[in-house]
């Protein structure tokens, strides 16, 4: 099956990606044989949106809120007098209203996906597909890919878990390449990565975390580069962007000289994916929407994969809002003081007499920090057992959860703690303080 025959991807659409390097890489060779030959989904509301609509087996009455009024046309469900009301005021209910939830979301999703590309400077929203946080999205990628009991994919630890969870629940194989540990600084060891991708058979999928989590390291694009034109290897690499807006900001704010984002590969390779979030920057977690950035032909195959209608109508609404112009002043905002908070969090680390290095390149909103098991001026030593302690009496005592890493590859003794507020931040670092003496 060549690129022109997926089905649901326009002819013009496959000759541009087929123009993209490299020689080497064919997606239709990664991607299962069941899945390339998967229809859209289909349904007559993709051909007609208004009328009288009978045709999804929706509720014509509307939708069962209590204390929400029903919008004309939705028709009132009897629900209101006496009912626990949900919403705040007669807006608030106004506006649950105007989102039309007794009906399947229509597939504009208020424009989220055009609005995407631009901001990623992409060509049109066909390079991008929504899923229900970008976790879907990295399951996505390994069930098109992977075929179960056979195939394997590549991780580079340490990094986030999920990728091997999902590996594991689709019965794939993980082959471990680590990051350069020493000296905490995390980078790709990209020699190693390219012997074991060419003398491991079967590697589908190569993820990398950029910021890495835990590491905080954003990964240069030369070396993703070099992954993606080296010719005995013809897999695809995911690159995972979670916290990429902060190393954006700093770029916007002339703090960094180089594109931080591998979106800006998309425009020259075909073998690379790129996975971000609104869970981090956008400070959106609780809506579950995660983007996955490709080529068209590659976007395609996934959208006929996934479930119809992932993404709801709130969290369409909530995105399209989060992504208008003011929404992107406040998200930059934001992400600008959370830096600030940053900085002042490893400040203070630094004063504290019981931690020692800060590992990894503090190019997200975490920061990873070692415990010792004395004062750093009597010759402390990271200790998991320290770390441990203080993970357990700050949660459990004093009420402030941290997450101890000291258990990966690289992080004895480190705690992973994430960016506060000021407030937060300052009682982080008392009780750190008092806990480790
Ligand atoms: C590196 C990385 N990728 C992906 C995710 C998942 O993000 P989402 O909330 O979009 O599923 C996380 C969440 O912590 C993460 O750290």
């Given at each position: 099956m060549t690129a022109s025959a997926i089905p649901g991807l326009a002819p013009q659409a496959a000759a541009a990606v087929a123009q993209l390097k490299p020689a080497h890489f064919e997606l239709e060779r990664i991607i299962r044989p069941n899945i390339l030959s998967l229809a859209p989904y289909r349904c007559a509301r993709?051909?007609?949106?208004?009328?009288?609509?009978?045709?999804?087996?929706?509720?014509?009455?509307?939708?069962?809120?209590?204390?929400?009024?029903?919008?004309?046309?939705?028709?009132?469900?009897?629900?209101?007098?006496?009912?626990?009301?949900?919403?705040?005021?007669?807006?608030?209910?106004?506006?649950?209203?105007?989102?039309g939830l007794n009906r399947y979301p229509d597939p504009s999703l208020f424009g989220v996906k055009p609005t995407l590309a631009r901001l990623r400077g992409l060509p049109s929203e066909d390079h991008v597909m929504l899923g229900v946080g970008s976790d879907e999205v990295l399951d996505l990628l390994q069930r098109i890919t992977c075929r179960p009991g056979q195939d394997k994919i590549m991780i580079c630890p340490p990094t986030y878990g999920m990728y091997s969870v999902c590996a594991a629940v689709n019965d794939v194989q993980v082959v471990k390449v680590p990051l350069k540990t020493a000296g905490g600084d995390f980078g790709l060891d990209v020699p190693?990565?390219?012997?074991?991708?060419?003398?491991?058979?079967?590697?589908?999928?190569?993820?990398?975390?950029?910021?890495?989590?835990?590491?905080?390291?954003?990964?240069?694009?030369?070396?993703?580069?070099?992954?993606?034109?080296?010719?005995?290897?013809?897999?695809?690499?995911?690159?995972?962007?979670?916290?990429?807006?902060?190393?954006?900001?700093?770029?916007?704010?002339?703090?960094?000289?180089?594109?931080?984002?591998?979106?800006?590969?998309?425009?020259?390779?075909?073998?690379?994916?790129?996975?971000?979030?609104?869970?981090?920057?956008?400070?959106?977690?609780?809506?579950?929407?995660?983007?996955?950035?490709?080529?068209?032909?590659?976007?395609?195959?996934?959208n006929n994969t996934?479930?119809?209608?992932?993404?709801?109508?709130p969290t369409a609404h909530l995105?399209?809002?989060?992504?208008?112009?003011?929404?992107?002043?406040?998200?930059?905002?934001?992400?600008?003081?959370?830096?600030?908070?940053?900085?002042?969090?490893?400040?203070?680390?630094?004063?504290?007499?019981?931690?020692?290095?800060?590992?990894?390149?503090?190019?997200?909103?975490?920061?990873?920090?070692?415990?010792?098991?004395?004062?750093?001026?009597?010759?402390?030593?990271?200790?998991?057992?320290r770390a441990e302690m203080c993970y357990k009496r700050m949660a459990e005592e004093r009420g402030l959860v941290v997450r101890n890493r000291s258990k990966e590859l690289g992080c004895a003794g480190c705690l992973r703690i994430t960016v506060g507020t000021k407030e937060e931040n300052a009682k982080c670092l008392e009780l750190m303080a008092e806990l480790l003496g």
């Open positions: 993709d051909d007609y949106q208004s009328g009288i609509l009978l045709d999804a087996n929706e509720n014509s009455l509307g939708h069962s809120l209590p204390g929400a009024s029903q919008a004309s046309g939705s028709g009132s469900n009897g629900a209101g007098a006496g009912a626990a009301s949900l919403t705040a005021s007669p807006a608030a209910a106004a506006a649950i209203d105007a989102l190693q990565i390219l012997k074991t991708l060419a003398s491991t058979p079967d590697i589908r999928l190569l993820f990398l975390c950029s910021p890495g989590n835990p590491t905080g390291t954003l990964l240069p694009l030369d070396a993703v580069r070099e992954i993606l034109e080296f010719p005995d290897w013809s897999g695809l690499v995911v690159v995972d962007e979670a916290y990429i807006d902060f190393a954006e900001e700093e770029l916007r704010l002339g703090k960094r000289a180089e594109q931080p984002s591998a979106t800006s590969l998309l425009s020259e390779y075909k073998n690379v994916v790129v996975t971000q979030t609104l869970s981090k920057a956008f400070g959106l977690a609780a809506i579950r929407l995660g983007i996955c950035y490709g080529s068209p032909a590659l976007i395609q195959i996934i996934k479930a119809p209608y992932n993404i709801s109508v995105a399209s809002l989060a992504l208008s112009p003011e929404g992107l002043d406040l998200m930059r905002s934001n992400v600008r003081l959370l830096m600030e908070n940053r900085d002042e969090l490893i400040a203070g680390l630094k004063q504290l007499q019981c931690t020692g290095e800060i590992l990894g390149a503090n190019d997200a909103n975490f920061v990873l920090v070692q415990v010792l098991d004395k004062a750093r001026a009597d010759g402390g030593r990271p200790s998991g057992e």
